[in-house]
Nanobody, 129 residues
């Protein structure tokens, strides 16, 4: 069964940190761009960060630049989203998604969601004091 599983969400105080993981099973992430998205209540799902498989090209939303980083461990078939200096407005369900490398050469966070082939079930991140 091909699936992505997110983990690492939780409740954190403003200014705190969390590291989200996106683990793939049934397929290797070596051939997929990985995107992280988030959806807050009443809002559309938005792209946060993405990473390409080979050269590590990344792209991110302006709202997280300088606070979030993305990395991948191909040996563990996992992509990580390190979130620092968290703010209440970062509260959302965070999803990871995979798009095969044949779809485009470089990941760009503005790529439409329908171009992603697989999605995880999401993990809740709540930033509150």
């Amino acid at each position: 069964q091909l699936q992505l599983v997110e983990s690492g969400g939780g409740l954190v105080q403003p200014g705190g940190s969390l590291r989200l993981s996106c683990a793939a099973s049934g397929f290797t992430l070596d051939y997929y761009h990985i995107g992280w998205f988030r959806q807050a209540p009443g809002k559309e799902r938005e792209g946060v960060f993405c990473i390409s498989p080979s050269d590590g090209n990344t792209d991110s939303a302006d709202s997280v630049k300088g606070r979030f980083t993305i990395s991948r461990d191909n040996a563990k078939n996992t992509v990580y989203l390190q979130m620092n200096s968290l703010k209440p407005e970062d509260t959302a369900v965070y999803y990871c998604a995979a798009a095969h490398i044949t779809r485009w050469a470089l990941c760009v966070i503005s790529r439409p969601k329908y171009e992603y082939d697989y999605w995880g079930q999401g993990t809740q991140v709540t930033v509150s004091s």
